[in-house]
């Protein structure tokens, strides 16, 4: 069984940083691209960033972009997702997700696509 773990977030002023992780442990799961997605209250789950097995390729939604930085360990099974500049709308539970789907090769945006996922941790801008 695979099982992510999330840590990292909590309660920041607007404009404050955070950095967040992602964990996996149990069965090894192969190369596979790693996935943050949050939610807002009376929001529907969005895509954030995401990140190949390599690391080599990159993406992220347009409201973080230039903000947010997702980079990987894979020595230490662990994704991270770097959040800078941090705004109110930025508040939400943070999920982090996995997907072998494309070996790791291809970028992903879709929550459908992840096959793992952890129990997400909230993160709370304050004006």
């Known amino acids: 069984q695979v099982q992510l773990v999330e840590s990292g977030g909590g309660l920041v002023q607007s404009g404050g940083s955070l950095r967040l992780s992602c964990a996996a442990s149990?069965?090894?799961?192969?190369?596979?691209?790693g996935g943050w997605f949050r939610q807002a209250p009376g929001k529907e789950r969005e895509f954030v960033a995401a990140?190949?097995?390599?690391?080599?390729?990159?993406d992220y939604a347009n409201s973080v972009k230039g903000r947010f930085t997702i980079s990987r360990d894979n020595a230490k099974n662990t994704v991270y997702l770097q959040m800078n500049s941090l705004k109110p709308e930025d508040t939400g539970v943070y999920t982090c997700?996995?997907?072998?789907?494309?070996?790791?090769?291809?970028?992903?945006?879709?929550?459908?696509?992840?096959?793992?996922w952890g129990q997400g941790t909230q993160v709370t801008v304050s004006s």
């Open positions: 990140i190949t097995w390599s690391g080599s390729s990159t």
């Open positions: 149990g069965r090894t799961i192969g190369r596979s691209v």
């Open positions: 997700a996995a997907a072998t789907l494309v070996g790791g090769t291809r970028i992903l945006k879709s929550p459908d696509s992840y096959h793992y």
